[in-house]
Nanobody, 117 residues
Framework: QVQLVESGGGLVQDGGSLRLSCVAS????????MGWYRQAPGRQRELVAT???????NYADSVKDRFTISRDNARNTVYLQMNSLNPEDTAVYYC???????????WGQGTQVTVSS
């Protein structure tokens, strides 16, 4: 089992920045990929960014050049640095982890990000 706890959400003005953190616990050695998803009211959950064990990253087109995903293996933590935020980025942001061996998905409880215009 893997547990994920997010933090760092909040209210920010248009053009501002926030950094989200996700701490993993449990069988963290089994995690092969981690990432961030978001879900805005009335919309489906969508991929924001991912990072795999080898360090490769992937971003949604809507956040490229504004958001950066990174990890600190010593702290079992993944970060999402969000710059140049706009109201369209308002959503609940979820941390996600995937284990290839067991083909399981794990989710955090979500953290609210609200960007005011």
């Amino acid at each position: 089992q893997v547990q994920l706890v997010e933090s760092g959400g909040g209210l920010v003005q248009d053009g501002g920045s926030l950094r989200l953190s996700c701490v993993a616990s449990g069988r963290v050695s089994s995690i092969n990929a981690m990432g961030w998803y978001r879900q805005a009211p009335g919309r489906q959950r969508e991929l924001v960014a991912t990072i795999v064990t080898g360090g490769s990253t992937n971003y949604a087109d809507s956040v490229k050049d504004r958001f950066t995903i990174s990890r600190d293996n010593a702290r079992n933590t993944v970060y999402l640095q969000m710059n140049s935020l706009n109201p369209e980025d308002t959503a609940v942001y979820y941390c996600h982890a995937y284990t290839f061996f067991t083909r399981r998905d794990y989710w955090g409880q979500g953290t609210q990000v609200t960007v005011s215009s």
